[in-house]
């Protein structure tokens, strides 16, 4: 029942920054643990952060240090702050809602209603 619509993508030289924003409808977004995940082309997509909904937040090793994932839960929004970018931080970036923690292992919903329409992050060397 929520509906995410994503910006903040574009072009940046390694070792820069960017912050996505995915701004959220519906009056459950606080309940949801909300993340981001992204997809480089020929690879799978893959997890790259998750906040909850009391805002412990967690990462992909690769990421650590260099992205923050935070929330205002007033403006219904999630936001990727993404530093010291590497050209291998480049992919498509979905926000999702409603992330699902098994051991240590976050997954997104099947449902395409959970996910944001992606904006392209390229980190050029």
């Known amino acids: 029942q929520v509906q995410l619509v994503e910006s903040g993508g574009g072009l940046v030289q390694a070792g820069g920054s960017l912050r996505l924003s995915c701004a959220a409808s519906?009056?459950?977004?606080?309940?949801?643990?909300m993340g981001w995940f992204r997809q480089a082309p020929g690879k799978e997509r893959e997890f790259v952060t998750a906040?909850?909904?009391?805002?412990?937040?967690n990462y992909v090793d690769s990421v650590k240090g260099r992205f923050t994932i935070s929330k205002d839960n007033a403006e219904n929004t999630v936001y990727l702050q993404m530093n010291s970018l590497k050209p291998e931080d480049t992919a498509v970036y979905y926000c999702?809602?409603?992330?699902?923690?098994?051991?240590?292992?976050?997954?997104?919903?099947?449902?395409?209603?959970?996910w944001g329409q992606g904006t392209q992050v390229t980190v050029s060397s």
């Open positions: 906040i909850t909904g009391d805002g412990g937040t």
């Open positions: 999702a809602a409603g992330l699902r923690l098994y051991g240590s292992r976050w997954y997104g919903r099947s449902s395409e209603d959970y």
């Open positions: 519906g009056r459950t977004f606080s309940i949801y643990s």
